[in-house]
């Protein structure tokens, strides 16, 4: 059985208090002059794997955003390392087997890697990177080949968008409860609820861009301030 090259562990993060009280501009601003060089070295760390990273990793990148659907990054993580031997050839059973007492739904998402698997070595030959490439400078139109792909499971907008992210892809906002709630406290959006549509995801994104470049913050680096902001570290 073949076996993935095992990705680099995530360099150990500081920790900082979590922010209790709304998310402000000042807040922002002091966050990201405190952390901006940690921000930009795990970004740095995403575009090496776009760079560098072989098929194999790509394809592990998409399995962890299957796992955090509905989910913690943690969770996300903890349940990639169970199944890493399993990603490339495992059968659904032992991927199930693998993933119970890690992930919330061991079952569902042990269905999402086989389904997805089966249609991407049908459609691409698990080519992701060549895949991926192809859609040239039309990043929109890339990720709605990954959310509208009917073979491939578990990707909607927010997790197509991380998945983009977490390879080195620039330019996707992670449209989630951290960040929902950040922009709702900003008073950029009315409220924190997760949107359902392509459109509304567009609108809440555009909205996002727009109050980055106002405060003359890299956009991507701006998604990982809200996160760390909410969550106290800077992870994936």
């Given at each position: 059985?073949?076996?993935?090259?095992?990705?680099?562990?995530?360099?150990?993060?500081?920790?900082?208090?979590?922010?209790?009280?709304?998310?402000?501009?000042?807040?922002?601003?002091?966050?990201?002059?405190?952390?901006?060089?940690?921000?930009?070295?795990?970004?740095a760390e995403?575009?090496?794997?776009?760079?560098?990273?072989?098929?194999?990793?790509?394809?592990?990148?998409?399995?962890?955003?299957?796992?955090?659907?509905?989910?913690?990054?943690?969770?996300?993580?903890?349940?990639?390392?169970?199944?890493?031997?399993?990603?490339?050839?495992?059968?659904?059973?032992?991927l199930m087997?693998?993933?119970?007492?890690?992930?919330?739904?061991?079952r569902a998402?042990?269905?999402?890697?086989?389904?997805?698997?089966?249609?991407?070595?049908?459609?691409?030959?698990?080519?992701?990177?060549?895949?991926?490439?192809?859609?040239?400078?039309?990043?929109?139109?890339?990720?709605?080949?990954?959310?509208?792909?009917?073979?491939?499971?578990?990707?909607?907008?927010?997790?197509?968008?991380?998945?983009?992210?977490?390879?080195?892809?620039?330019?996707?906002?992670?449209?989630?409860?951290?960040?929902?709630?950040?922009?709702?406290?900003?008073?950029?959006?009315?409220?924190?609820?997760?949107?359902?549509?392509?459109?509304?995801?567009?609108?809440?994104?555009?909205?996002?861009?727009?109050?980055?470049?106002?405060?003359?913050?890299?956009?991507?680096?701006?998604?990982?301030?809200?996160?760390?902001?909410?969550?106290?570290?800077?992870?994936?």
């Amino acid at each position: 059985m073949t076996r993935l090259r095992r990705a680099p562990k995530l360099r150990k993060r500081r920790l900082v208090k979590k922010e209790k009280e709304p998310v402000t501009v000042e807040k922002i601003l002091r966050t990201h002059a405190e952390r901006g060089d940690e921000i930009r070295a795990r970004l740095a760390e995403f575009e090496a794997v776009w760079q560098s990273g072989t098929d194999e990793r790509l394809w592990e990148e998409m399995v962890f955003c299957f796992f955090t659907g509905g989910c913690s990054a943690r969770m996300g993580l903890r349940s990639v390392e169970a199944v890493r031997p399993l990603l490339r050839d495992g059968a659904h059973d032992d991927l199930m087997n693998a993933l119970v007492g890690v992930h919330r739904y061991p079952r569902a998402r042990a269905g999402y890697i086989v389904a997805s698997r089966d249609f991407l070595q049908e459609h691409c030959r698990l080519k992701l990177r060549e895949k991926l490439a192809n859609f040239g400078d039309n990043h929109l139109e890339r990720r709605d080949w990954l959310v509208r792909e009917k073979g491939i499971k578990g990707l909607g907008y927010k997790e197509a968008s991380h998945f983009l992210r977490n390879i080195g892809l620039k330019g996707y906002a992670i449209l989630d409860k951290h960040v929902l709630r950040s922009l709702a406290e900003l008073k950029i959006i009315d409220e924190a609820k997760p949107p359902n549509t392509r459109s509304k995801y567009l609108t809440i994104e555009r909205q996002f861009q727009e109050f980055s470049h106002r405060l003359n913050i890299d956009f991507d680096e701006m998604d990982l301030v809200l996160w760390s902001l909410k969550t106290g570290e800077i992870l994936k």
